[in-house]
């Protein structure tokens, strides 16, 4: 998922349940389904449990995807980290379930956390808070896993789960996903954005003025508009199916590092900026003023 243009009103409340005007996807108005955090297998039985009961007059929700619970995010706000003025009541600004498994231990599971926005992983057999989704987008993209696993990382057939890898709801990536791009680059195809392909522009870890510096150098030297990407950006590039690095298969790039700065400033705390760790695939946040991150370039198609 790219850069979010906001609608003027995003949401629309009709009766428990919300549309998200942005996104197509539609959400129960109270943003916990149980009384209390469950572990990941108990929070896929309760949402089978409200199909079974047809809660809140609809028997077709799931557990959402990464991409899916992300969206919701304002990188802006904290406390919860969700858009201003948003109608929803009950939320929890902890860690919140999605239905995808790390590919780097499949006995954990993605979870993002509406404090500030950050997303990583947990142990399945911890405790999170369950927001359930249904119906679907013609904006966001599947994540790109395509197998399931029980709680103790063991692949399981995927029929009847309710997991990431059996409903990859979202649209398909295209085939070839990467081009050459006129000018240099490589055009991402899903997203329209063209990156470079040595993704250590600085030769090193920067800090966030530094990463910026670099890239306005770029963009000077090449006369190409190059900029540093917004997290989203740099999120929509991770496949969920595969980590060190969480890439597509058969990506052109090279020179790949994990931890890359993002042009998102973080609206917890003003020393922050958003970046993405790519080995892992997760979304947190760097200090600024510390050269611990690398910075891979992005422009407009």
């Not at 995003?10 to 428990?16: M, Q, S, Y």
């Not at 995010?73 to 939320?91: G, Y």
């Not at 090193?204 to 989203?232: S, Y």
Request: overall charge negative; aromatic content about 10%; proline content about 6%.
């Amino acid at each position: 998922m790219t850069r979010i243009e906001q609608p003027e009103k995003r949401f629309a409340v009709e009766g428990e349940i919300v549309v998200d005007t942005l996104t197509g996807l539609v959400w129960p108005r109270s943003a916990q389904a149980a009384e209390t955090g469950l572990s990941w297998p108990e929070a896929l039985e309760l949402v089978a449990a409200m199909n079974r009961e047809s809660r809140h007059g609809f028997a077709d929700w799931r557990l959402p995807n990464r991409r899916e619970l992300y969206s919701l995010i304002d990188h802006a706000r904290r406390e919860p980290a969700l858009p201003e003025n948003h109608p929803f009541v009950n939320v929890w600004s902890g860690k919140c379930w999605t239905s995808t498994s790390s590919a780097r231990d499949r006995a954990y599971a993605w979870w993002v956390q509406f404090s500030g926005g950050r997303m990583f992983f947990g142990r399945k057999t911890d405790d999170a808070v369950v927001w359930p989704v249904r119906g679907e987008s013609d904006f966001l993209f599947v994540t790109g896993q395509r197998a399931c696993f029980d709680a103790r990382g063991e692949p399981v057939e995927c029929a009847g789960t309710g997991q990431d890898g059996a409903l990859r709801m979202g649209l398909p990536w295209p085939e070839p996903r990467f081009a050459p791009a006129e000018g240099g680059g490589m055009l991402d195809r899903m997203t329209g954005l063209i990156w470079m392909e040595s993704t250590d522009l600085a030769g090193g870890m920067v800090d966030h003025a530094a990463a910026r510096e670099a890239v306005a150098g770029l963009a000077a030297e090449t006369g190409l508009p190059w900029r540093l990407p917004e997290i989203m950006e740099l999120e929509s590039l991770t496949d969920c199916s595969r980590a060190d690095p969480a890439l597509p298969g058969g990506h052109p790039f090279r020179d790949v590092r994990e931890e890359y700065w993002s042009a998102t400033d973080s609206g917890y705390e003003q020393g922050w900026a958003y970046c993405l760790y790519l080995h892992k695939g997760a979304v947190g946040v760097g200090f600024k003023d510390h050269a611990e991150f690398h910075v891979w370039p992005v422009r407009d198609a």
